[in-house]
């Protein structure tokens, strides 16, 4: 079922057919922004209009949906985009990765490998991995046409004689199928070697920026770096607290007043079913692990 | 005899004064002359006869209004009234030599590389073009602690001697003289005069300006007298 | 000296409306000369260089260079991406404001480092030691890589656009009033530093400038440009020293002896 008086997932038809064309595009041209005519939603932009759009346009009543943000189904973004989507589209939700035919995500690729069929939506709020370097349009869009990408370097090489070693953790610039560098979103670089090669699909939607872009399934998907300086995902190093995973990204939570710290799995759904078969970290009777069961 | 280095024919030289209402001053009518390898032809004349006017012809520097300059650059003869610019900084870099009376001084240029820089731009390599040109810093007698500070603070007289290295370190086979010894004492007088003897000894065909008359009569193997245009009418 | 010439410029013309900014222009430019364009502003000269490099669509005529391999090619029948790539690579452009020419967020070391890397140098210390010996050339202090230009005075900003410019080796440098807004001294400073790299590295160069005593220091030859045309063209000294066209005898006379 859904809502009366709204079409179903919420954008009219034509709209949706609009979306898809720039999605067939975006998927023949990996990596390359397209411009699509952004909708208003009903929430602000940055609250995720640009995955919303792109979820509506590819979901159908047979799909099971999945949101997270920052990892977590529970928060309210996830809830709520997860609500808006049973209510006007009438589809089934789930927070388990494996049961999802379409993840929408806020900043993270869940931990549970996707698998060929599955649908991951990312919200993207900047789309453009040149924009902080170089403000014209007209010119970054000429960059992209050209494969001109040394200045992505120099955001890199400027990190490096900072810090002495690339610092930036999220949003950290690939290169697409050999040929266009493309902004992750803000997921964080340890997420990044899970885009490669992935055999799900993975579409992006900027709705404040009006771009959409995709990565298709087995595409080459290459991090930057400097050959002196290779390509490191960032993590913490500890193991969750909770179900005491050394492999998976991991959320730093302030648990009291006195200073008190704990790790813990950023991706909620992987946590739980670690624990659900029996996995056990160092903190495991903390209060944080009756929030998640 | 042998064969002429420079030849002048007919050469005619005007200004006109556009600013002035385009008025025209004649300057040089049918100028003649020749001169071979090891000859130094005095300039002689009053001033304001032309005479400067004719050797900055000479070396490209003014435009000729008429006739020709042929210079033997390399196995040619080449018509400076009639060269490219290019061919004329070909022929300044390695055939016509010019001794000005002022040095012109380049902004944070030491004067030993001020000297050095004729050898360099004829291809000499860095070390045997500073060599040459500490050689004639000390023959002229331009004290040591000056060779590497730029000329623009030198008295009248070292900046001319800083010139006079600059103008003899390469040995161009036409060589253009304008009052060499102007500003220099007997002694570095002296100095010059030899510079311009070992010149015409090496084969050089040499033009001069030279108002003093014991330097002209020391160097000069004929006089070519200028006659201001005025006094010719 | 070659006899081709490196860079060759027909009859180029540039409109601006019904303005005619460059007027059926032409000259060429053999390998290690420089040329020097000089006129009063609005003459053209700086519309007639932005031509040249590309940066202005022109309405007539055509610019023609002499590529590595000795092959001439027109550089309106270039397919972009081989003009841009031509443009960051064989050639240079050093802007009047260093502002224009310089990424003023990016440190030191990034802006010299852009052509390097843009031409495909990925490894860091490579690039960072070509940086640092850069700023040695242009006498900035190599201990200052990593600060932003936005923190360096004027002169320094133009001697850290022309190490961003030479860096790639480029056989042809524009210069559009390098010298313009500095100082006296520090544009003395300047006009040494880009006349020894020009004779080290055998530049071949254009230099637009309002300013005789810059061209007399630096060109070979010199163009004047008046109301978009070249109205007298020859050797630097001649035309300094015997003008024949009445408006280089005005430009002559204007100035204290240069």
């Known amino acids: 079922m859904s809502l009366p008086g709204y079409n179903f997932a919420y954008l009219d038809e034509q709209t949706k057919r609009m979306i898809r064309r720039a999605l067939l595009k975006a998927v023949a041209i990996p990596g390359y922004q397209v411009p699509f005519a952004s909708r208003e939603m009903p929430l602000a932009y940055g609250w995720g209009t640009g995955g919303m759009q792109v979820t509506a346009a590819v979901i159908g009543p047979d799909d099971v949906l999945k949101v997270i943000d920052q990892g977590a189904d529970d928060t309210t973004n996830a809830v709520s985009i997860r609500r808006f989507f049973a209510l006007t589209a009438g589809v089934r939700t789930t927070e388990r990765t494996v049961e999802a035919t379409i993840i929408q995500t806020r900043h993270r690729i869940p931990e549970t490998p996707l698998t060929a069929g599955q649908i991951l939506v990312y919200q993207v709020p900047q789309p453009e991995p040149l924009r902080k370097l170089e403000p014209r349009e007209t010119e970054t869009r000429r960059m992209h046409a050209l494969a001109e990408y040394g200045l992505m370097h120099v955001k890199l090489y400027e990190d490096i004689a900072r810090h002495g070693r690339i610092t930036l953790s999220y949003d950290y610039p690939v290169l697409v199928n050999g040929r266009h560098v493309m902004a992750p979103s803000p997921i964080p670089s340890f997420d990044n070697p899970k885009m490669h090669r992935s055999p799900a699909l993975q579409l992006f939607g900027a709705g404040r920026e009006k771009r959409i872009y995709a990565v298709p399934p087995y595409t080459s998907v290459e991090s930057l770096a400097f050959e002196d300086h290779p390509f490191h995902p960032w993590k913490a190093n500890a193991p969750c607290g909770l179900c005491g995973a050394t492999d998976s990204y991991l959320d730093e939570v302030v648990v009291d007043d006195r200073g008190g710290r704990l790790f813990v799995c950023s991706d909620t759904d992987h946590c739980t079913t670690r624990r659900a078969a029996g996995h056990r970290g160092a903190a495991a009777g903390h209060a944080l692990a009756g929030a998640g069961e | 005899m042998n064969a002429p280095l420079l030849t002048v024919e007919g050469l005619s030289k005007d200004f006109t004064l556009h600013l002035q209402g385009g008025a025209r001053l004649p300057v040089l009518r049918g100028v003649s002359l020749t001169v071979r390898a090891g000859e130094c032809v005095a300039l002689t004349g009053p001033s304001g006869a032309g005479k400067t006017t004719l050797m900055r012809a000479l070396y490209g520097n003014y435009l000729p209004g008429g006739g020709r300059i042929l210079v033997r650059h390399h ?48 291809g000499v390599d860095a070390a045997a073009a500073e060599r040459e040109a500490e050689r004639l810093l000390a023959r002229l007698n331009l004290p040591e602690r000056l060779w590497s500070l730029p000329p623009a603070t030198f008295s009248g007289g070292e900046q001319q001697r800083v010139n006079l290295a600059r103008g003899f370190a390469f040995p161009y086979p036409v060589m253009l003289v304008d009052e060499p010894t102007a500003s220099l004492d007997p002694a570095n007088a002296e100095v010059a005069v030899g510079l311009i003897q070992e010149a015409k000894s090496r084969g050089a065909a040499i033009v001069g300006i030279f108002h003093d008359a014991d330097v002209r009569r020391a160097v000069a193997t004929r006089e070519h007298p200028v006659v201001p245009l005025a006094a010719a009418a | 000296m070659s006899d081709a010439p490196l860079l060759s410029v027909r009859e180029l013309t540039v409109r601006f409306g019904r303005t005619l900014a460059v007027d059926r222009a032409s000259f060429e430019l053999w390998p290690g000369e420089v040329l020097a364009i000089v006129g009063e502003s609005g003459s053209g000269k700086t519309s007639l260089l932005r031509a040249v490099h590309g940066d202005l669509p022109a309405d007539g005529g055509r610019v023609q260079y002499r590529l590595d391999d000795g092959a001439p090619v027109a550089l309106d029948a270039l397919p972009e991406p081989m003009r841009r790539q031509l443009a960051r690579t064989q050639w240079g452009f050093v802007h009047q404001n260093p502002r224009d020419g310089l990424r003023m967020s990016v440190s030191a070391g990034g802006n010299v480092g852009e052509r390097l890397m843009a031409a495909g140098a990925r490894h860091w210390g490579g690039i960072r030691a070509e940086a640092t010996e850069w700023l040695r050339r242009v006498e900035i202090d190599p201990a200052r890589i990593d600060d932003p230009p936005r923190t360096y005075s004027g002169g320094m900003q ?33 006009l040494d530093l880009i006349r020894r790299l020009v004779s080290d590295l055998g530049l071949s160069v254009v230099i637009v400038t309002h300013d005789l005593a810059v061209a007399r220091l630096l060109a070979d030859r010199m163009l004047v440009m008046q109301g978009g045309r070249i109205v007298e063209a020859g050797l630097t000294d001649q035309v300094l020293d015997d003008p024949q066209h009445p408006y280089s005898q005005l430009l002559v006379s204007s100035v204290l002896q240069a």
């Open chain 2, 75 to 122: 196995d040619r003869l080449v018509d400076l009234a009639a060269a490219s610019p290019r061919e004329i900084v070909a022929i300044r870099r390695e055939t016509v030599g010019y001794v000005s009376q002022f040095l012109r001084v380049i902004p944070r240029v030491p004067a030993r590389a001020i000297v050095a820089e004729p050898l360099r731009a004829a």
């Open chain 3, 158 to 190: 133009q001697r850290l656009q022309i190490a961003r410019v030479l860096v790639t080796r480029p056989r042809l440098v524009l210069m559009d009033e390098p010298t313009g807004g500095l100082d006296v001294s520090v544009q003395a400073r300047l």
